[in-house]
DNA sequence: GTCTATAGTGGGATAGAC
DNA sequence: GTCTATCCCACTATAGAC
């Protein structure tokens, strides 16, 4: 992958996002990216050394996107917690398939930006106030988002109820108990506000 | 798949199993598992009808296996959620790629016994005591497995605090704030413990 | 030098004839 | 059970066009 930014090989990357978004991961062949560019499939690896690297590249693209929908979400807001899961539902919800690539598997953490992992875990991390409170959060929102989508839910209810026990589950933590009211505005405030 | 129950039909799940448990889900092929068996590849189709119906046989063992593992660990125990957690990560844990198949991916649910989903689930029904509550959970235990499994956390550092905080989240779920401990302990403990 | 093509290797799932 | 054959895949070697 040469130069990245410009030239030939960002247009391989978006025509595989572009696969991989319209007809999921197996229809992401180097046979087919370079059929959306009016090429052949080995005149693909003049712009990118191999499959994988062309996925790492959709990966980072998509902690890019992900990480800018996260914390324009959460500015502003006093309820960072809620605001986050809403734009965290909808970003995988709006890219399953990237979601998936993104989450599922090793993380190629060698071949990402440094600190884009960081920046894009920055607004739950700072919504939980401490880093195993954002873990389990990031766990059961995770957990949630792929079961989901994956259809692991009986098909014939609603998984919001769930999702608004986990998060009232989540608050909790945030939130010493013996605090009443707690709900939007009256937070204890996480650590950095 | 004439007769799963004896014939050769086993044999090449069992191989199958193998094969995925030792060398994980890449390894997982025809001619590897034929190889096993002492055979070729095309011969495997005598038994089974296609790979996919493969894995489903395997998955189904594991459900099988699971289900009865949750239910021993639940027996006898008082805090019934911590005995499940405990039980769940061991199964995740033993047969990360099982697992991983198992809960990866649409369920064939068509080709399961029926009855066996609904099994497995019993006990973390029970212990959360609806089933919102009980998806919560799930999305939560689920989650911070499948994230350990692929190192999605900075690997310097343990993951049970993660699992502790959100195992008192849950467990305040089920247990109405102004209930003293209606368990053996009050404090939010350890999976382990 | 840059972008492409053809041809070929080796590995997969799987159908069909024996 | 076998073998052959088809088709899809990632990837490589090499070479021609601009």
Redesign the interface.
Known sequence: MADPQTSRARDVVIAGRRVLEQDGPDALTMRRVAGELGIRAPSLYKHVPHKSALETAIIVDGFEEAAAAFEAAVEGEDDHLAAFVVAYRAFATAHPHVYRLM?????PREHLPPGLEARTAAPLLHAMGS???A??A???????K??EL????PADDS?E??????I???R??SQP?DRPGHLRRTTPSSPGD
Chains 1, 2 share one sequence.
């Open positions: 989450t599922q598997g090793p993380l880093a195993p409170r873990r389990a990031w766990a059961f929102i995770h957990g949630m792929v079961l994956d259809a692991r839910f998984t109820p769930a999702w608004r026990e986990g009232a589950a989540l909790a933590l108990s």
